[in-house]
């Protein structure tokens, strides 16, 4: 934005007579990642397995979907830095790169602006200001101060035009940010706030997980209204109520779908992610709440039992605008006994720092990319070439409850009901001492006759990546082995069973190999029905 603005901007946020100034700085309680920070003291910016020097880093350039340089421009390696250093040592370099910047962007345009952009800056440049504006050059601060006011006046009039859900989220919590902070921007809080509100109930289930279902988001989520709520208590000003209950409400569906080693189940193309930073956020956020187990708008059932967790996806998939790329996980199930893997999904490399080829990247949409039933090699889903969902599941209907000693889960989606005249059942009971779950997967006819006299269908069971198979000799179970649990037993009854090769991408974004577990059989007009268990052994 040109200098020409700066008398609209002060009228913005405050009187002629008082210079814009930071009145409040948030608390940001979330430790940052301390290899990062090192590496920038040492002059390099370091994202996933990539990094760069930062004299060879073009601040002029856009990030055009660059993750390192997107990562640059949000300016959340502040956080990083702040892990390793105190302001008098780390200040120097933050300032150093912050003018890089500032003077870049005056290059760069107004056009290169973007609301999801602005409002991560501002989240950061308020919580971290002791690191970019401790400097002594008064015109060095004064840009930077005007250049944060002018993405504020520039939020408040674009902040909805960013898609609905985690961006139009980011957008508003950084102009409340704002608002909260720079001097005069108080009595403009309201409006601020009235956008934040709106853009969460646009974007968030009445349970606190967004509507995009992906776990890697819910994780910024929390990250984004903890940095939120850390500015109202600098500003002394009142949460309000609403913004409460659904900042607690997303750490609870966020909770939801942790397995025991801390880090995320493979959900909508996502995987398990940086335990450290998932467990920094969630200490660091300010807030308290139990795993969300009965998800119905969010769609993740969790069943736990003495350190043993399944999550089944009672869902379907997202669309637009929620949604860039939809997976065919309904009913798919992972499985874990404390810090041991046991079943996955596949995933994907959303929000992580490497990048998949874009062919494999496809077809880890697949059902057959999920631990969950497959009829006829078809999708439960269509998984168009655009990303979005075609024709398939439209409705998923569950029940759970606890008796015998276990809690149970019944579920079952209506994929398949055009087009083979079939529905997928799946009933799933976790024993109460964690030592055994037992599966049914159903095929019912419903409606008409099949298309054909059988229709083949397979079960799998993508395992983690860790495990040693052993398949039994009558074809019908195997021991699967780890390193940190004991060992369980897998048997099946109503089909032949064989191990196959498969893959799951890592908490880094790479494809791993592993095995999984395949079930395969045919269902004729009168339906199907397979059960099966895993056992621990000791």
């Known amino acids: 934005m040109s200098e020409g603005g700066e008398p609209r901007l002060k009228r913005w946020f405050g009187g002629k007579r008082e210079p814009l100034r930071l009145t409040a700085i948030p608390r940001d309680h979330v430790v940052g990642d301390m290899l990062v920070g090192e590496r920038l003291l040492g002059g390099r910016f370091l994202h996933g397995a990539r990094q760069v020097a930062l004299n060879q880093v073009d601040f002029n350039a856009a990030p055009g979907g660059d993750p390192l340089l997107e990562r640059l421009h949000s300016f959340a390696w502040l956080r990083d830095l702040a892990a390793v250093a105190g302001r008098e040592q780390a200040a120097p370099l933050g300032e150093a790169i912050t003018g890089h910047w500032l003077a870049g962007d005056e290059r760069r345009g107004q056009d290169v602006w973007n609301p999801v952009g602005w409002g991560e800056r501002i989240l950061y440049w ?20 005007n250049r944060l006011a002018a993405a ?16 139009r989220i980011t957008a508003w919590a950084g102009l409340t940010v704002a608002s909260l902070t720079l001097s005069g921007g108080v009595a403009r809080v309201a409006r601020a706030e009235s956008g934040l509100l709106r853009a969460l109930a646009q974007g968030q289930h009445e349970d606190g997980g967004l509507k995009s279902r992906a776990p890697y988001e819910q994780v ?4 984004r209204l903890g940095l939120v709520r ?10 309000p109520d609403p ?36 467990a920094a956020i969630i200490e660091g956020c300010g807030m308290r709440a139990r ?60 929000g992580s720092a490497g990048e998949l080829d874009p062919g494999l990247a496809n077809a880890l949409r697949a059902s ?9 090699n078809m999708n439960s889903t269509a998984m168009l070439d655009d990303g979005q969902p075609g024709k398939g599941v439209e409705t998923v209907e569950f029940e759970r409850g606890e008796d015998d000693g276990a809690t ?83 048997r099946t009854r109503g089909a032949r069973l064989r191990v196959e090769p498969s893959l799951v991408v890592d908490a880094h974004g790479a494809p791993r190999e592993t095995q999984q577990l395949v079930i395969s059989d045919e269902c004729g007009k009168e339906g199907a029905a397979v059960t099966w268990h895993f056992r621990r052994s000791s």
């Open 408 to 490: 149970r889960l019944t579920a079952g989606h209506d994929g398949y009901h055009r087009r083979a005249g079939l529905g997928h059942e799946r009933r799933i009971a976790l024993g109460n001492d964690g030592k055994e779950i037992r599966g049914e997967d159903r095929l019912v006819p419903v409606g008409r006759r099949l298309k054909r006299k059988t229709l083949p269908f397979d079960i799998r069971f993508h395992l983690a990546p860790d495990i040693e198979v052993t398949q039994t000799a009558d074809g019908l179970g195997a021991l699967l082995r780890s390193s940190a649990a004991p060992p369980w037993q897998f």
């Open 291 to 350: 795993p969300l187990r009965e998800a119905r708008g969010w769609g993740y059932q969790r069943l736990s039992a003495l350190g043993t967790i399944a999550q089944v996806d009672a869902a379907r998939p997202p669309a637009n605008p929620f949604s860039d790329t939809s997976f065919a996980s309904t009913l798919a199930f992972e499985l874990a006994d404390g810090a041991q893997r046991l079943v996955m999904s596949c995933g994907g490399g959303a």
């Open 152 to 167: 504020a006046r520039f939020l408040d009039k674009q902040a909805d035009k960013a898609k609905p859900g985690l961006d």
């Open 230 to 239: 850390a500015a109202y208590f600098a500003a002394r000003q009142s949460l």
């Open 368 to 376: 057959a990319a999920h631990s969950t039933l497959i009829l006829d």
């Open 220 to 223: 910024e989520l929390v990250d």
């Open 243 to 278: 913004l409460e209950d659904g900042a607690t409400s997303a750490l609870s569906a966020l909770h939801g779908v942790l397995m025991p080693d801390g880090g995320l189940a493979s959900w909508q193309g996502g995987n398990p992610g940086n335990p450290a930073r998932i």
């Open 126 to 145: 308020t919580a971290y200001a002791p690191f970019i504006l401790s400097s002594s050059d008064a015109a060095y601060r004064a840009r930077l101060v």
